[in-house]
């Protein structure tokens, strides 16, 4: 069982992930064309996602990430059906949910998808999941390069410091 340090240490690494754990897209180059927009939805809905996760709910990539990574995804190979459906569904509720109000742009109707198959909810809820899992990865590997690099600096700052009893 987990104690209470490695509890509230996770709770941290979960809330500073949420603020900088990298955008996850689809590889091809067009990851730098993500509208600002929708960069700071995906971390108000990784903020909102975390809340829900400590409730009970298994932590999960978002609509929003989901949405960037489709688009991107989109834009470097045809998508079959089921994943234009998919990725108009997350697009609709992304766009719908964090739009301005007073723009008084809206989905347009002929695009708009407001619903999913079982099917294709299975594939959008593994996508998110998967989504989860590589930014999380990311945030591990980058911590754990740090600490690496920490403890070669100490080391080599202890070396430095350390008289030479011996020089051949």
Known sequence: MASDNQVIEKGISDVVGALTDPIIVYP????????????????????????????????????AEACAYLYTAGLTAPMDSD????????????????????????????????QLSEYQMSHLKRLRRWIYEQRTRARLDRDRMERRERKEAEAAAKKAEQPALFEF
């Open 28 to 63: 091809g180059g067009w990851g730098e064309t993500l509208p600002d927009w929708l960069k700071n939805t995906i971390t108000l809905e990784r903020l909102v996602e975390n809340m829900r996760s400590q409730e009970g709910d298994g932590p999960t990539g978002t609509d």
């Open 83 to 114: 994943w234009s459906q998919i990725y108009l569904y997350v697009a609709t509720m992304t766009y719908e949910k964090w739009r301005t109000k007073d723009s008084g742009a809206t989905m347009p109707a002929n695009i708009r998808v407001d």
